[in-house]
């Protein structure tokens, strides 16, 4: 995972293209970028970021701003007890089995921590 200015890239290789392909995903504007070694891709992110920026600089600061990850929700105790069994009987935290229940009914897969570990 690639971080810069709070904007976070999933990388992720080609292997038939032979390049890296980075997507940003904590906004909803698509920023992609590509490199064919760590060094090509990092710039390309930051490159990428920059451009989207000055874009919304152009476009009055009508940028998607970076989300954070972070999801505060409150539910009853008996549903917060459930879900905490759950968690244990798969042997995840908390956190990790709500995120996992929340990729399945959106349809967003989870991001792969650890896939390629860059910047």
Same mark, same amino acid.
Request: hydrophobic share 40%.
């Given at each position: 995972?690639?971080?810069?200015?709070?904007?976070?890239?999933?990388?992720?290789?080609d292997n038939e293209a032979g390049i890296f392909v980075g997507e940003v995903i904590n906004t909803r504007d698509g920023i992609t970028f590509t490199g064919r070694s760590v #060094?090509? &891709?990092?710039? /390309?992110?930051?490159? !990428?970021?920059? #451009?989207? &920026?000055?874009? /919304?600089?152009?476009? !009055?600061?009508?940028t998607d701003q970076p989300l954070s990850g972070k999801l505060a929700i409150r539910v009853n105790p008996t549903l917060?007890?459930?879900?905490?069994?759950?968690?244990?009987r798969e042997g995840k935290s908390v956190a990790a089995w709500v995120a996992d229940r929340l990729s399945e009914a959106t349809g967003v897969n989870s991001v792969k921590i650890g896939a390629v570990k860059i910047g």
């Amino acid at each position: 995972m690639m971080d810069y200015k709070g904007y976070k890239a999933q990388i992720d290789f080609d292997n038939e293209a032979g390049i890296f392909v980075g997507e940003v995903i904590n906004t909803r504007d698509g920023i992609t970028f590509t490199g064919r070694s760590v #060094d090509e &891709l990092r710039t /390309a992110f930051r490159k !990428a970021v920059d #451009d989207y &920026l000055e874009m /919304a600089c152009d476009m !009055a600061g009508n940028t998607d701003q970076p989300l954070s990850g972070k999801l505060a929700i409150r539910v009853n105790p008996t549903l917060h007890r459930a879900i905490a069994t759950c968690a244990e009987r798969e042997g995840k935290s908390v956190a990790a089995w709500v995120a996992d229940r929340l990729s399945e009914a959106t349809g967003v897969n989870s991001v792969k921590i650890g896939a390629v570990k860059i910047g």
